[in-house]
């Protein structure tokens, strides 16, 4: 199947600065990205997504932008915040839209 | 209630006994995925049910993993004769509408399953 995984499987940023967290992804025709949010007992949170037709989207504190160059998908949080302490997904979706890929997630920690 | 909810949220088996695992979605939506997900990793689709139909099944990893949607609403999950490689966090997921991709995926909370 399609492979999704992210650069970064940690980071730690202090509260107030912006975190950015990285994603590739190897099907060029997927034109459909999510980015989630996963805290500790729950499943995960849809934070943004995107479409192939798109560089850049912007949500509340939160950007995804997208290259399609390189395949590469990046989630920029602005201002990070304590709350933000979680677990980071993107997702591809399947050409079928049945199948959602999730890449192995980055832990991102937030020190106050 | 407002959200996806799955019943039990802990369950533990002991080997080669057969678990059945529930999931309530938000009401009316159409679409409904099943994920695995083992510690430290992210989700792993397992079966997808358009209303009652079940449109992908591909990711199941053995048939001792069986799901349904009888009635196109609540859908459950079963694994028959667990193996302790069964042992992780299963998700469930709902949106609205059906097709590709269509809407937001809300998930519930998962179900734990440790088999021991």
């Known amino acids: 199947g399609e492979s999704v995984g992210l650069h970064l499987p940690t980071l730690s940023v202090q509260e107030g600065d912006n975190s950015i967290i990285n994603c590739a992804y190897s099907?060029?025709?997927?034109?459909?990205f999510i980015w989630y949010k996963q805290e500790s007992g729950k499943g995960p949170q849809f934070i943004i997504d995107?479409?192939?037709?798109?560089d850049k989207r912007q949500g509340q504190r939160v950007t995804v932008l997208l290259n399609k160059t390189v395949k590469h998908l990046s989630l920029q949080i602005a201002a990070t915040q304590p709350g933000d302490s979680a677990v980071y997904f993107c997702?591809?979706?399947?050409?079928?839209?049945?199948?959602?890929?999730f890449g192995t997630g980055t832990s991102l920690t937030v020190i106050p | 209630g407002a959200g996806v909810s799955q019943s039990p949220r802990y369950k533990v088996a002991k080997r080669g006994q057969d678990v059945a695992l529930r999931c309530d979605p938000i009401?009316?939506?159409?679409?409904l995925f099943w994920y695995q997900q083992a510690l430290g990793q992210g989700p792993e689709f397992l079966t997808y049910?358009?209303?009652?139909?079940?449109?992908?099944k591909s990711g199941l990893p053995s048939d001792r993993f069986f799901a349904e949607r009888p009635e196109g609403s609540v859908s459950t999950l079963k694994i028959q004769r667990t193996q302790q490689e069964d042992s992780a966090v299963y998700l469930c997921?709902?949106?609205?509408?059906?097709?590709?991709?269509?809407?937001?995926?809300?998930f519930g909370p998962g179900t734990r399953l440790t088999v021991l």
């Open positions: 997702a591809e979706i399947s050409n079928t839209g049945n199948q959602f890929y």
């Open positions: 099907n060029s025709a997927s034109d459909y």
């Open positions: 995107i479409r192939s037709n798109m």
């Open positions: 009401s009316g939506h159409v679409s």
């Open positions: 049910f358009q209303n009652e139909a079940q449109l992908d």
């Open positions: 997921a709902s949106i609205r509408g059906g097709g590709r991709g269509m809407g937001e995926q809300f």
